[in-house]
């Protein structure tokens, strides 16, 4: 009779949707994935709905496959294990992540340790508390280095909040909690999950992107895979972010703004110097400044053009794309209220 029970539950278990996926990107963590999901279990056990890990290994060369693989089936906990062919870079994993995520939000998270399971749950019901579609966590008092890491975090964390215009403390950290709805709206490409609070702020209203501070540990295994010439990365990274933000619908006003920038000062530049020839008599012919109006008159043709083509490439893409240029969130009809 109790084995009767037993299997009704798991039957109702099965069925029961899920409502929080784990991912968690792992490459050579050989020594940090079984303890990282222990630290998951325990994180979890109270979670009062189903959760699901997604472990994503991103082209490991060590034994992290191996050591994930002898958790599968283990009591009371739902691991998948995606294993990437190759090694493909931190953003492509969580986004192989978030595609295999079946639940109604999204936690992801780091495989070193460094980011504590525990704050999911309390992230989860800060999220829901607030309304928002996106909250990141802010490693305040950040275990490590201050020169390779800290400082250009601090630089990285400024930029991007001047020129995105979504304010927050922390855009490295990976502990942050999505809903599916939103996430699944941006395609992660490059090196982009540095970013993603600014591109989620491209579907969604900054308004509904927060913050909170998070426990961080101190790397314990392994070596940390990132160095200072990241700063340069984030840097073209940012200028990218920058464009497409602002750009993507409307890349001719980029370029033709530009374009029509030296095209006023060759203007004036030509003026002057049909002034200084015509009128004051002088010989221009051997001075820089000509040929700078020329250079500048050439550069401001070729980029309106770029921005008129630019505009033709745009318009088809969109003509050609299924999906419209706006997104529902929800429609309000009062059938709700019947």
Known sequence: MQTTADSRQGIVEAVRPVELSVVVPV????????????????????????????????????????????????????????????NFGQTAAMQAGIDAATGRLIATMDGDLQNDPKDIPSMVAELERRQLD???????????????????????????????????HDYGCSLKIYRASVIKQVKLMGEMHRFIPAWVA??????????????HHARQHGQSKYGISRTFRVILDLLSVMFFMRYKAR??????????????????????LFVDKFILGNDIGTRPMLMVGIVFMLSSVQLITTGILSEMIARTYYRDDASPNYIVRQVFDGSENA
């Open 27 to 86: 490459f050579n963590e050989e020594e940090s994935v079984g303890p990282l999901v222990d630290r998951v279990c325990v994180a979890m056990a109270s979670y009062p709905d189903r959760w699901e890990l997604i472990l994503i290994d991103d082209g490991s060369t060590d034994a992290t496959l191996a050591n994930a693989r002898k958790h599968i089936g283990r009591e009371g906990l739902e691991l998948r294990i995606v294993e990437l062919q190759r």
């Open 134 to 168: 996106l909250l990141v966590g802010w490693r305040k008092n950040r275990q490590d280095g201050l020169l390779l890491r800290k400082i250009p975090s601090w630089c990285a964390n400024y930029l991007i909040g001047r020129i995105t215009g979504v304010k927050l």
């Open 202 to 215: 491209g579907v969604v209203p900054s308004s509904r992107i927060g913050e909170m501070v998070v426990t």
């Open 251 to 272: 890349p001719g006003h980029f370029f033709g703004s530009l374009g029509l920038g030296l095209g006023a000062i060759s203007a004036l530049i030509m003026l002057y």
